[in-house]
């Protein structure tokens, strides 16, 4: 079957650096999908990896590795408005995306 | 541009009753998405319409599900005898293109409340 893995929950601090780790196992591989999701809220894209590397944007970062089915993303310089739900998900062989079940992430001051 | 829209952002209805669900894409887009999403948890995925292509409705849970599309403009979701547990946030996203780099636009939503 094909599986999408994240952890359910994660706490970080107001100004640090925080990694959200996804690994997937699907039929086939035609890019991956950071989505965020405030609370009560639709999600909103935030990057799209196909090739092996890190991919920068701003405090945002995603890094893909597909020989290790494995990506994360970085968020740096956390600020109260990056609490939110993260969602990882893979485009399969067909095209389809295929979600995970998202990390919901708790900045603290 | 306009963005997605759903309508309506809520509903309420009784257990038993059918309701229907409206999604307006953004124009241009010729690939619609349904989801389902409840409380705490991720996106389920329910059908999905790329152009005049037979429409995939591999993660309709049940026949009481049904969808249609005119062309690639609104599409609508259809729920008959409702039951509580079909109690959820309904999302429609669209796409450019199904393939490529193309990210998913979403509506805000319709939140199903069956009591």
């Known amino acids: 079957g094909q599986n999408i893995d994240q952890p359910t929950e994660m706490t970080a601090t107001e100004g640090a650096i925080v990694q959200i780790n996804c690994t997937y196992q699907t039929s086939g591989f035609n890019g991956l999908f950071w989505y965020q999701q405030h609370a009560g809220e639709a999600p909103t894209f935030l990057s799209y990896?196909?090739l092996d590397g890190l991919e920068e944007k701003g405090r945002f970062s995603s890094f893909l590795s597909r020989s290790k089915g494995y990506s994360y993303l970085l968020l740096k310089e956390l600020q109260m408005k990056d609490s939110a739900s993260y969602l990882c998900?893979?485009?399969?062989?067909?095209?389809?995306?295929?979600w995970g079940a998202g990390t919901k992430l708790i900045i603290k001051p | 541009g306009a963005g997605v829209s759903q309508s309506p952002s809520n509903k309420v209805t009784e257990k038993g009753k059918d309701v229907e669900l409206r999604c307006d894409p953004i124009s241009g887009h010729t690939a619609l998405y349904w989801y389902r999403q409840r409380l705490g948890q991720g996106l389920e995925f329910l059908i999905y319409?790329?152009?005049?292509?037979?429409?995939?409705k591999s993660g309709l849970p049940s026949d009481r599900f049904s969808a249609e599309r005119t062309g690639e403009s609104v599409s609508t979701l259809t729920i008959q005898r409702t039951q509580q547990e079909d109690s959820a946030v309904y999302l429609c996203?669209?796409?450019?293109?199904?393939?490529?780099?193309?990210?998913?636009?979403f509506g805000p939503g319709t939140r199903l409340t069956v009591t």
């Open positions: 996203a669209s796409t450019q293109s199904e393939d490529g780099s193309y990210e998913q636009y």
């Open positions: 319409f790329q152009g005049n292509s037979a429409p995939d």
């Open positions: 990896n196909v």
């Open positions: 998900a893979v485009k399969d062989s067909n095209y389809q995306l295929i």
